[in-house]
């Protein structure tokens, strides 16, 4: 079986989109462990070190797969995130894969969109939680597409899906701001979060790591990006995070531990208002509008034991769904 994977991942974006297809690759690697990988990339360094396996990268990925259309039985593509005419070019290159006459691959496609679009695939996968009031509107464009929407549509990895998981709590608050942290949260807010009195792992940028690594001390365990198993093992050991609204709000939400949010997007603010009002988190709106008084408020009035019942039994239902139509 051959597989392409189309996805992004850079500093200002963060590297979800990475983890997402490669917890897909995951899937499709337990059914057909002999299945070939090919990865679609701009970012061919990141992405070579981070899948271990062939990278290609064209200037039209239209062009690149009806070239390659007899070729891949399956083509996955989990998009950046565009604005204006950059992503109209993004999605009439979709519509016309999608469109290749006598294809015979399956296309999915993985978004977390918060306003439905129009998009042409044979899956679909939104883990936006109110996804669930835009199946009307794909079932519009396209009656034949099978959806997978919601917050179990996620791609929980299945550390956080063992049943045994529970740790001891070593960390009051976890910080991390996603990606490279374009926007230099963790150095506008260091001197303020370190002299808390908290017991506190920040995760930082390799940049700023080699600039703070001295000051770990008993209450500050100051670490560089990780791997991800041992990012969730330190989110595991944390009563609660400060970060932005991204991946970690469905992590935290299945791990149990409650989180609040700083908004660098617009996109990011419509996400993190959506978990807050499902109690999964507290948004408290973007970094350019508050003050170290409203972190600190915060961060001082929520609750680290609050009950946030993940269903798990959902997750693994729908996990099966998916791998069972790869």
Known sequence: ??????????????????????????????????????????NRIKAKNFFKTKIVYKKKF?????????????ILIDPPYYDGENDNNLKYQLKKIFSIKNRIFNMWLMTDETKPSKYYCDFLINDYPNAINFKDYYLRINQNIKLFLGIYAFLYPDFILNKNLIAKKKYDLLIAFGGNDPKNLVKKYFNFLYNLNLKKIFIVNKNFYQKLKKKQNSTNLIKPILDQKKFFHYLNQSRLYLSTPSNIMFEGYAMNIFGIVIATQKRQEIMGKCFEKNSLVRSIGSYDKLSIKNILFEILKTRKDVKLNFNCRNAIKMRKKIISYI
């Open 62 to 74: 239209y062009n690149f797969v009806f070239k390659n259309k007899e070729f891949f039985d399956l």
């Open 1 to 42: 079986m051959n597989i392409l994977c189309y996805c992004e991942a850079n500093s200002k974006t963060g590297f979800g989109h990475f983890t997402r297809v490669k917890i897909f690759i995951n899937f499709i690697k337990k059914k057909y462990p002999q299945a070939n990988i090919t990865i679609f990339s701009k």
